[in-house]
Structure formats: structure tokens, C-alpha cells
């Protein structure tokens, strides 16, 4: 297992990290603990949940796997979205109010003192940046937080956060977890080129494209069935199969598969040894639904992609640049067919 350091920050983390979902939703205790402990064998030490995980119960047993080992992992849990049955003032967001009764409760949770990582799950249009950050240091001066990242932010969102913490002494963010995966890349065209300049980390979830990348899709089929992940997203979601199933994603599926066979992996492997060599992604949060689907997802440590594969992967799932970015390929770069500004 190899480690980075979230954002500009000590905190070192594997660059493979658990994700809590099933925990306490369809995994009971026991095979939830079994899957932490083959990730700590691994050399992991990154666990990730949210508040609103099977309803408060990934946290929970998250709290009971940590028990007699809290030093040995880093938690990293999330805020924002509604846990009440019922939508009520202050029951959604990133307010003082919101934040206060949601970082003291998953505390309780999770049974521990503080949390390594608390995340913004969302951003919260109607409270201001500056409220949130203010409340998150708070948390940090008072030790139930060491660190601060953000989760499904833009880029400009995580600027205008961190020049603000900067600005007035509190705690800056460190890591951006975004949906990115090899089939969508559009986060490389703002999303990460910010946070690279604010030295925040990303952590990539749906690294499988909520397993459009395993391989049990081809060319001519009608969708997921009803029980998938994907078929319960709509349309306009990214993860949608209207959006995942589109010809150049059938072809980066191909080559995915040539490359899978060349090594004797699995098309998953490649997906995610992709993102674990790219200098997009820094740390990528793994899913699954049982112990054998995980114990496939760790054999992408053992792959190492040459050069050559990882260029004919980025090809064939390159992205139409938006503008300004296809203005700036044109215009802006010594290697652009027009630089020095002919026309």
C-alpha cells in the first residue's frame, strides 16, 4: 500500500480508501469488520462514512470496528445532507446550527473523541462560505476535528474557501472528494486544476462508475437491471446510463478489456490502477457490495500500467474541451497549432 499526504497537511493516508456505505446498511457487523480488517492487512488506513449512511448505522459500526484501534486508522466522515425523516429549517446544509448538532452526534457515533477528516458533503447555497469555515475551525481549536475537506465542490468553491481561511486565520480545506472515474473526466477541466492550486487533495468516488467499469455491461445492452445503482440514478445525474452509455465509453471499455487480459486482471483493476498512477487523483475510495467484490478491488495494488497504456487509456476517454478550454488549446500553448495568437 503507498500513502500520500492529504493537501498541503502531515495527515498520511493510503491512496486506496474503504468506503463505509454497506457497513450497517446490507453488511451486518461481523462481515463489515471482516472487510476493515483485510483492508488494515492490506497496509489501508482510511476509512471513509457520512451521517447519512444507512441512517447513522455506517458510522456506528465504523465506531465499534475503530474500538481499541482509533490511533491505527484515519475516519473521515461527512455533513450536510438531511438525516431527519422529514425536511425541517436547519435540517440541511453547512449553517452553524446544521454543523453543531451534526458533528456532535456523529462523534457520538463513531464513538471517539474527534474526527481525522470531516468533509462538506455538499455545497450549501444559502449559507455563506465563510460561516461554514468559521464553524469548522471552531472545531478544529477545539480538537473534535483535525482536518477540513469538502466533498462534490466546485473548483472556484474550494478557492473561495481556502483564500478565505487564509485570509482570516482558520482552518483551510485539504481534500476534495469528487466523482471521477475513467468514463468522466470532466472534473479535469476546473475541478481539479483548482483544487491544484489550492494544494487540495482529490479523492475519487465512483472510481467504477458505479460499475458501468467492471465489465458486466456491453454494446447493445438495455441497462442495469432495477436492483443497480446505476438504473436508480436519473437522467441527468453523471452516473446515469443514459450518460454512461455512449460510445466512447464503449470503447475505452474495450481497451480496458485488452489491457485486463494482457496482465490477467480485471477490467476493475485497470480502472482503478489508472487513477492510482494519473497525477488527477490522489486517493481513490472503493466500493462494493460484498467481501469478494473489495478483495478484487485491492488486486489493482499489484498492478503497475506502462506508459504506453496509460496514454492509449487517456485517449480514448478524452473529453471535448469546454470553452475556454478549447480557446486556450488553440490560442494560449507553445505546442497549439496557433500560438502566438495567428488566426
Same mark, same amino acid.
Request: net charge negative; with cysteine; glycine share 10%.
Given at each position: ?12 493516508? +493510503? ?9 450497517? $446498511? *446490507? ?9 476493515? @480488517? ?11 462514512? %457520512? ?6 448505522? %455506517? ?17 473521515? $466522515? ?7 425523516? $422529514?425536511? &425541517? ?10 454543523? $453543531? =448538532? ?38 478544529? &481549536? ?28 482558520? =482552518?483551510?480545506?485539504? %481534500? ?7 468514463? @468522466? ?13 489550492? /494544494? ?17 455491461? &456491453? ?10 445503482? =446505476? ?8 452516473? +446515469? *446510463? ?7 465509453? *464503449? ?13 490477467? /486482471? ?48 487517456? /485517449? ?19 505546442? %497549439? ?5 495567428? &488566426?
Amino acid at each position: 500500500m503507498k500513502y500520500c499526504n492529504l493537501g498541503h497537511s502531515g495527515l498520511e493516508v +493510503s491512496r486506496l480508501a474503504l468506503g463505509a456505505i454497506p457497513f450497517g $446498511t *446490507w453488511l451486518d457487523e461481523k462481515e463489515s469488520r471482516n472487510m476493515a @480488517d483485510m483492508f488494515f492487512e492490506a497496509g489501508g488506513n482510511f476509512l471513509d462514512t %457520512s451521517n447519512i449512511y444507512g441512517g447513522g448505522n %455506517s458510522e456506528r459500526t465504523v465506531g465499534k470496528i475503530i474500538e481499541g484501534r482509533r490511533d491505527r486508522f484515519v475516519v473521515g $466522515t461527512k455533513g450536510a445532507w438531511l438525516v431527519e425523516d $422529514t425536511m &425541517r429549517a436547519n435540517a440541511f446544509g453547512l449553517s452553524r446550527t446544521y454543523l $453543531t =448538532t451534526n458533528i456532535e452526534a456523529s462523534l457520538r457515533r463513531l464513538g471517539t473523541d474527534y474526527i481525522d477528516l470531516y468533509q462538506c458533503h455538499v455545497q450549501d447555497p444559502y449559507t455563506p462560505i465563510e460561516e461554514t469555515m468559521r464553524v469548522l475551525d471552531d472545531f478544529v &481549536r477545539a480538537g473534535k476535528i483535525r482536518y477540513v475537506g469538502v466533498s462534490n465542490w466546485g473548483g472556484w468553491q474550494v478557492v473561495k474557501a481556502n483564500m478565505g481561511a487564509r485570509q482570516f486565520g482558520l =482552518t483551510a480545506v485539504v %481534500s476534495n472528494q469528487i466523482w471521477y472515474n475513467l468514463v @468522466d473526466r470532466v472534473a479535469e477541466f476546473a475541478i481539479i486544476p483548482a483544487c491544484r492550486d489550492q /494544494k487540495v487533495s482529490i479523492i475519487a468516488w465512483g472510481a467504477l462508475a458505479q460499475g458501468f467499469l467492471t465489465g458486466r455491461y &456491453r454494446r447493445g445492452d438495455e441497462g442495469p437491471g432495477p436492483a443497480s445503482r =446505476t438504473a436508480e440514478n436519473l437522467d441527468d445525474e453523471s452516473s +446515469s *446510463w443514459k450518460n454512461l452509455a455512449v460510445e466512447r465509453n *464503449w470503447n475505452t471499455l474495450d481497451v480496458l478489456e485488452r489491457i485486463a487480459e494482457r496482465h490477467g /486482471k480485471t477490467i476493475s483493476n485497470v480502472a482503478i490502477a489508472w487513477l492510482l498512477q494519473s497525477i488527477t487523483c490522489d486517493v481513490v475510495l472503493l466500493g462494493a457490495r460484498n467481501h469478494a467484490q473489495y478483495a478484487d478491488n485491492m488486486a489493482a495494488l499489484d498492478l503497475r500500467l506502462s506508459e504506453e497504456e496509460m496514454q492509449e487509456l487517456k /485517449k480514448v476517454s478524452e473529453l471535448p474541451a469546454p470553452y475556454p478550454m478549447n480557446f486556450w488549446n488553440l490560442f494560449c500553448y507553445r505546442d %497549439s497549432a496557433y500560438y502566438g495568437g495567428q &488566426r
